[in-house]
């Protein structure tokens, strides 16, 4: 379901519901000759439209312009947009403000852009992550007033944290590919794994043809696989399911 395709009672159902209200976030950036600059959040896009189809989940628009930056290549003939987190970090909050308040309490967020990093984070998903946090203590703090963790009606607020219930697991920030599947697939930019990926995925956005060994970071593109490819789809959907089912 594609929430900018639904009908008020449509969404009302799914917010009763609790189903998974999922953003896709990624950015435009150049990944060498032979891929499309959308990669990073083509990615998810396209493993999302798969699982939609064995579970329910609303697909919320996709974000391209996360924090690209210009480390891989300068954007000038290159394609590359890069966004700064500290511009991020609003427009991420201001969009948790407005889905909290909409109702929806089951929102994930998931990124392919520098995430091997992701534990101790990177530009993209650390405004992401610092715009959810803030947007869940505005809310809770309008609704409830200030002194809302020390009410009485929170003593179990520990019980819930343990079992994920609490507040702060309304909104989820995930890497695409968790550490397990990281391990097994390691992530580069435009090298065999990330060609693979496409290749599997979104097989439009790849054209070997165009491939140049020129640059030292997509030279192992030239053994990309779909075979390899597939390979690792098959564990991130499995992963990422096993995220959106809690």
């Given at each position: 379901?594609?929430?900018?395709?639904?009908?008020?009672?449509?969404?009302?159902?799914?917010?009763?519901?609790?189903?998974?209200?999922?953003?896709?976030?990624?950015?435009?950036?150049?990944?060498?000759?032979?891929?499309?600059?959308?990669?990073?959040?083509?990615?998810?896009?396209?493993?999302?439209?798969?699982?939609?189809?064995?579970?329910?989940?609303?697909?919320?628009?996709?974000?391209?312009?996360?924090?690209g930056?210009y480390?891989?290549?300068?954007?000038?003939?290159?394609?590359?947009?890069?966004?700064?987190?500290?511009?991020l970090?609003?427009?991420?909050?201001?969009l948790?403000?407005?889905m909290l308040?909409?109702g929806?309490?089951?929102?994930?967020?998931?990124i392919?852009?520098?995430?091997e990093?992701?534990?101790?984070?990177?530009?993209?998903?650390?405004a992401?992550?610092?715009?959810?946090?803030?947007?869940?203590?505005?809310?809770?703090?309008?609704?409830?007033g200030?002194?809302?963790?020390?009410?009485?009606?929170?003593?179990?607020?520990?019980?819930?944290?343990?079992?994920?219930?609490?507040?702060?697991?309304?909104i989820?920030?995930?890497?695409?590919?968790?550490?397990?599947t990281?391990?097994?697939?390691?992530?580069?930019h435009?090298?065999?794994?990330?060609?693979?990926?496409m290749?599997?995925?979104c097989?439009?956005?790849?054209?070997?043809?165009?491939?140049?060994?020129?640059k030292?970071y997509?030279?192992?593109?030239?053994?990309?696989?779909?075979?390899?490819?597939?390979?690792?789809?098959?564990?991130?959907?499995?992963?990422?399911?096993?995220?959106?089912?809690?």
């Amino acid at each position: 379901m594609r929430y900018e395709m639904m009908f008020p009672e449509e969404l009302r159902a799914a917010i009763k519901k609790n189903i998974p209200f999922v953003i896709p976030v990624g950015v435009i950036e150049y990944h060498s000759e032979h891929c499309v600059f959308g990669v990073d959040t083509l990615l998810v896009i396209k493993a999302l439209e798969i699982i939609e189809k064995e579970i329910e989940i609303v697909i919320c628009p996709p974000f391209y312009y996360g924090a690209g930056s210009y480390a891989v290549e300068p954007p000038e003939n290159n394609g590359t947009i890069h966004i700064p987190a500290k511009i991020l970090y609003p427009f991420a909050k201001k969009l948790f403000n407005g889905m909290l308040r909409i109702g929806i309490k089951n929102i994930h967020v998931f990124i392919h852009h520098q995430s091997e990093n992701f534990l101790s984070g990177m530009p993209t998903d650390l405004a992401f992550k610092l715009g959810a946090r803030e947007s869940i203590f505005e809310y809770l703090e309008k609704k409830q007033g200030e002194g809302w963790w020390g009410k009485e009606e929170m003593k179990e607020y520990f019980v819930m944290h343990q079992h994920g219930t609490d507040p702060f697991n309304w909104i989820k920030i995930h890497p695409f590919m968790d550490e397990e599947t990281q391990k097994k697939f390691p992530i580069d930019h435009a090298d065999k794994q990330e060609t693979s990926l496409m290749l599997a995925f979104c097989p439009e956005g790849v054209d070997m043809k165009r491939f140049t060994e020129e640059k030292w970071y997509s030279q192992g593109a030239k053994d990309a696989s779909l075979e390899y490819g597939l390979a690792a789809k098959e564990m991130i959907l499995r992963k990422m399911k096993e995220r959106l089912r809690g």
